[in-house]
């Protein structure tokens, strides 16, 4: 069942409007945790890229993040007058640069020791982190300035959310676009069989990098996001931890599915958030809901709905 | 699968907004006829959970409860609400918001961490909410709305280095500390103070953060043939030290175990070789002090406590201790209380007896609770008091109480 090109429209910017309009009838509370969702929609976006279309499995992408939201710090409480936008695009770029970087001796990495090499980057990211204090603040860590474009400084969970949320849906749809383009339909080819790709011409070594350098690219805008949204950085924040709940979100969301990104990260978050007054309860809760998913939805919750579709018509 | 798509989109940002239309309104912040509400974001997961737990579930809850089984302050109850925030300081900011503009709190009492207090640091005082207390040692003053709980690590380190030259009249004297922030805060400070006796760290060695092996270091400290040797660690490497000293047959050295590992935990851990260590203590012994204010801790923490762990220890009597002091803070500002009154009601207090830590005192320039410790020697496994109360005034021991 095709839905007609005026209903797709209609849908599309109905959700957009209960979206942009939803601060003005939440708490404050509320509206944060709407930014701090959809930063992380964008790296468990990012995370998909490589790991759900690519097949990379990447264990360090808090590492991206923490690259991303310093560099955003640094350049914010340094250079006052750059525009946000061009901050964002800064950390991203850094960010995306050192992914590429990284994607090019994993090429000779294959399955779990990829896994591994990128778990190890994170660990070394903070590391670094902690040790070079006279730029980062090392244990200090570090008080991050408002964002502002021009005059207007974005200086409330409110504003924040009007600057938080364009980016990702901007974000969410070039990714959408590059997923359905021949980037794309190379990423997938790769991650279905490396040597069937080869074959019919795609260069596994460009299209492996260029995933790692998309999904860190991704991770590190939504790392300066983070900077903006949280105001105070340290090395604390980004563990390995937090690397495992971005592979939780894509997991639970829906590997290879941009929905699915999104998905993932707001029940992942939701439920963390829910479940934190439960104390140490949660802990508990939060494992046994994983094992469900994982024991009925393997394909995560958009694999789910495709086959229950499949099912029933 | 089109329409699928959308609907489910659809219907996952209304759901969202659903979840997150949750208001509640209240005349004063926190404050109702009945009630007050006070709270915090904690380790209730992650490397503090056994701290965090005991500190909320044992501490704050258990004195809190017997208070309220009296009929509370002022005729209201104390409320409380908690959330785990796993020592991340993104988890503490989102649970910090959370209770200011959701839960609407009266003021946040007992967070824990260093990374996690610090990063709500700045919102709170924006926003105005009292940070009561927190259970971290990196100086934190000149805010109004702050409070701050136990003796900050320099001020530990100048009092142990001052102790071991001028009353035990050792000069050579080395340290073992984690090469991090935490670890500076302790040299740095020791090194300043030595160094006004004319002397400095004779040995000065590091360890990185969750190292396993210390032998290196060990050897170093040993061949340096030192009076005493400073260990600034986290319980885990801090056991690994005594063994390694123990294994390599290290005796005429005195170890002084600093800041937080002066803690029945920690000496559990090493296995019986922990035995005639030094530290400083920043409180009296949880299990063995026979203080009636001691005693009485533990009846209240055995009857009221929440926690399936009720053995004794010194996270809980901090909860407990701050729990009375709030209490007490809330008592003076009557039965109108306002944030600023209860602030200034906090600073009002002068020469507070609590019968365990010597008296409080605040002004409105002072607001450290606590800014002094006794020695103490490890002897069959139990810390025992080799001197009495101390601090340092203008750089000179004074003893207390």
């Known amino acids: 069942m095709q839905l007609s090109g005026k209903w797709k429209i209609l849908s599309w910017t109905g959700a957009l409007v209960v979206l942009l309009i939803m601060p003005l009838f939440l708490g404050k509370y509320s509206v944060f945790l709407l930014s701090l969702l959809a930063i992380y929609a964008l790296v468990s976006l990012g995370l998909n890229l490589l790991m759900g279309y690519t097949g990379q499995i990447a264990a360090g992408h808090a590492g991206f993040l923490a690259i991303g939201a310093y560099v955003t710090a640094i350049f914010t409480a340094n250079f006052e007058w750059l525009p946000c936008p061009v901050t964002l695009l800064l950390a991203g770029t850094i960010s995306g640069i050192i992914g590429f970087l990284l994607g090019i001796p994993i090429l000779r990495l294959k399955g779990f020791y990829i896994a591994m090499a990128t778990l190890a980057f994170g660990v070394v990211v903070s590391e670094i982190i902690l040790q070079w204090s006279s730029l980062t603040g090392g244990d200090d860590g570090f008080s991050v300035p408002a964002a502002r474009i021009g005059g207007f400084v974005f200086d409330s969970d409110f504003k924040l959310f009007y600057l938080i949320i364009p980016v990702t849906i901007i974000m969410t749809l070039l990714a959408k676009n590059l997923v359905n383009g021949y980037i794309g339909r190379a990423f997938i080819a790769l991650r279905e069989s490396e040597i069937a790709a080869q074959t019919i011409g795609v260069d596994l070594a460009k299209y492996k990098t260029i995933a790692f350098a998309i999904s860190a690219f991704y991770t590190g805008v939504a790392g300066g996001l983070f900077a903006y949204l949280i105001t105070y950085l340290s090395p604390d924040a980004f563990t390995i931890e937090l690397s495992i709940d971005f592979i939780a979100m894509i997991v639970i969301g829906g590997m290879g599915s941009i929905l699915g990104s999104i998905i993932g990260a707001v029940i992942l978050t939701g439920m963390q958030q829910m479940l934190a007054g439960l104390l140490d309860l949660q802990v508990l809760i939060f494992g046994l809901s994983l094992i469900i998913f994982m024991i009925f939805m393997p394909k995560g919750i958009v694999g789910m709905l495709s086959d229950l579709r499949e099912r029933f018509s | ?401």
């Open chain 2, 1 to 401: 699968m089109q329409k699928l798509r959308y609907l489910s989109t659809f219907g996952l940002i209304v759901l969202v907004a659903l979840f997150l239309t949750v208001s509640d309104v209240k005349a004063e912040v926190g404050v109702t006829d009945t009630s007050i509400l006070v709270g915090c974001s904690n380790s209730f997961s992650g490397p503090l959970v056994y701290p965090g737990t005991q500190l909320v579930n044992n501490g704050l809850k258990g004195y809190f409860g017997y208070i309220n089984a009296q009929g509370g302050v002022n005729g209201r109850k104390i409320l409380t609400q908690f959330y785990d925030d796993g020592y991340k300081p993104q988890n503490a900011v989102a649970n910090s918001k959370r209770l200011v503009e959701q839960d609407k709190v009266f003021a946040i009492l007992a967070s824990q961490g260093t990374g996690p207090v610090m990063a709500t640091v700045k919102y709170l005082t924006q926003n105005k909410v009292p940070l009561l207390f927190p259970f971290q040692g990196v100086p934190l003053s000149g805010q109004k709305t702050i409070f701050t709980s136990f003796t900050p690590y320099p001020n530990q380190s100048e009092l142990v280095v001052t102790w071991l030259v001028k009353v035990k009249g050792f000069k050579r004297i080395g340290i073992l500390y984690q090469d991090d922030k935490y670890g500076y805060t302790f040299r740095d400070p020791g090194q300043k103070m030595l160094q006004k006796f004319g002397l400095k760290w004779v040995a000065a060695e590091s360890y990185k953060r969750g190292a396993k092996d210390l032998s290196a270091q060990v050897a170093k400290l040993r061949k340096a043939n030192l009076d005493a040797v400073l260990l600034v660690a986290t319980p885990p490497p801090g056991a690994t030290f005594l063994k390694e000293a123990h294994k390599q047959g290290w005796k005429n050295t005195r170890i002084i175990s600093s800041g937080p590992l002066t803690d029945e935990k920690y000496i559990n851990l090493t296995g019986g070789v922990g035995e005639g260590v030094w530290g400083l203590s920043l409180w009296p012994d949880p299990v063995h002090s026979q203080d009636p204010a001691v005693v009485e801790y533990r009846e209240i923490m055995q009857k009221y406590g929440k926690d399936r762990d009720k053995t004794p220890n010194r996270y809980s009597l901090y909860g407990y201790f701050y729990a009375k002091l709030f209490v007490e803070g809330l008592k003076r500002a009557g039965k109108n209380v306002t944030r600023e009154s209860f602030i200034a009601a906090l600073e009002g207090i002068k020469d507070w007896e609590s019968g365990m830590i010597p008296p409080v005192s605040f002004s409105g320039t002072n607001h450290l609770t606590q800014n002094s410790g006794f020695m103490v020697e490890v002897q069959q496994g139990v810390f025992r008091p080799i001197s009495g109360w101390l601090t340092l005034k203008e750089g000179t021991l004074v003893p207390l109480k």
